[in-house]
């Protein structure tokens, strides 16, 4: 009698799933599960069983009954959700392909951070990250800035108190990484920085790599030689680099970098303001100050140091003349990368 039952549930489960509208399943239903029906008929046969196999059997029959139960809704619920149109009539098609799930990427300025990261890692330089938010000695004083220096004009930082702002570089990781650890460094951070500023070129938030080199002889040549070798790993072997004297309270000497402009390859154009050279990074040699501020003997250590902005790389690399598209998050922007 058990195989009865058995062969009645794998008869009924087959009609069920070959059932192709509501009435065939109400038909089904009537007939195995009705007052009437073959299981129902079946189940008050279980008096006619030994006394020892009727708890067994009772128990397949209401597992049986459930199973069945199950199917017939299942079975409606394809039906409805799939009535319309021919193809569909006998529901899910397996065999066509399924949904792709979207994939996500990396936005543009993590990719190009991500880029940097690399290269300075292949030449040794560790990764830091120091905080956002900072204390005025990391962000200017130890930096050799002292507090009547024209970069910590309300007009430019954003100060949280007296004593706290939203560094305005990342040169703060200078500091912290001097203070905590001893010479010889080789450190890149990077991060956000924030300026009171919004325009084409610049965003309140940006990002920058800052990175320092430190030890018992880093010389001049070794400070040119890590950054063309930089330069030359992002933008080509054959992308001409120089350096242009310039100023940082807590280098000297300074240099900007320049590279030949991406844009005309140095014959000038609007991109570099007809000069043929564009600025990408502020560096120079770790200025003796910094180093006493952090308890290095500026007569034993020298080093180098130097900051991009992370926005300003991107967008050489990729062309971009409009720094705010990095974060409008426009979909037709970003996925371009
Ligand atoms: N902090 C400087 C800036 O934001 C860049 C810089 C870093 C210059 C390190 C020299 C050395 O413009």
């Not at 951070?113 to 005025?136: A, K, S, W, Y």
């Not at 007569?299 to 967008?315: C, H, L, N, P, S």
Request: with cysteine.
């Amino acid at each position: 009698m058990q195989q009865e039952l058995i062969d009645l549930k794998n008869q009924a489960l087959a009609e069920v799933s070959d059932a192709q509208s509501e009435d065939a399943l109400e038909q089904l239903s009537t007939r195995y599960l009705g007052r009437k029906g073959l299981l129902t008929g079946l189940l008050r046969k279980t008096g006619t069983l030994p006394p020892e196999e009727r708890p067994a059997f009772g128990q397949l029959a209401n597992q049986v009954k459930k199973e069945l139960e199950q199917a017939l809704s299942q079975a409606s619920e394809r039906l409805s959700s799939a009535g319309r149109g021919t193809a569909s009539r006998r529901g899910v098609d397996p065999t066509l392909p399924g949904i792709r799930p979207r994939r996500g990427r990396l936005h543009p300025i993590t990719q190009t951070e991500r880029l940097i990261l690399e290269v300075f890692n292949r030449m040794g330089f560790q990764v830091v990250e120091t905080p956002e938010v900072e204390l005025d000695w990391y962000c200017f004083e130890a930096l050799n800035m002292p507090p009547d220096h024209p970069a910590r004009d309300m007009q430019d930082t954003f100060y949280i108190s007296d004593q706290v702002v939203l560094r305005t570089h990342t040169s703060s990781a200078q500091i912290r990484t001097m203070e905590k650890e001893k010479p010889p460094l080789r450190i890149v951070c990077p991060g956000k920085a924030f300026r009171r500023d919004s325009d084409a070129t610049h965003t309140p938030m940006f990002h920058q790599v800052e990175g320092l080199m430190v030890g018992e002889d880093i010389t001049f040549a070794e400070y040119k030689g890590v950054l063309i070798n930089f330069v030359h790993q992002i933008f080509g072997p054959e992308v001409p680099v120089r350096f242009r004297p310039s100023f940082f309270p807590f280098t000297e000497p300074s240099a900007e970098v320049d590279i030949g402009c991406v844009v005309c390859k140095g014959d000038g154009c609007r991109v570099c303001s007809h000069t043929g050279w564009l600025e990408i990074l502020g560096s120079g040699m770790v200025d003796p100050n910094v180093f006493k501020n952090v308890g290095y003997d500026p007569d034993k250590v020298t080093g180098f140091a130097f900051g991009m902005g992370i926005e300003r790389i991107a967008m050489l690399r990729w062309g971009i003349d409009d720094l705010r598209m990095f974060y409008d998050n426009d979909l037709r922007f970003i996925r371009q990368f």
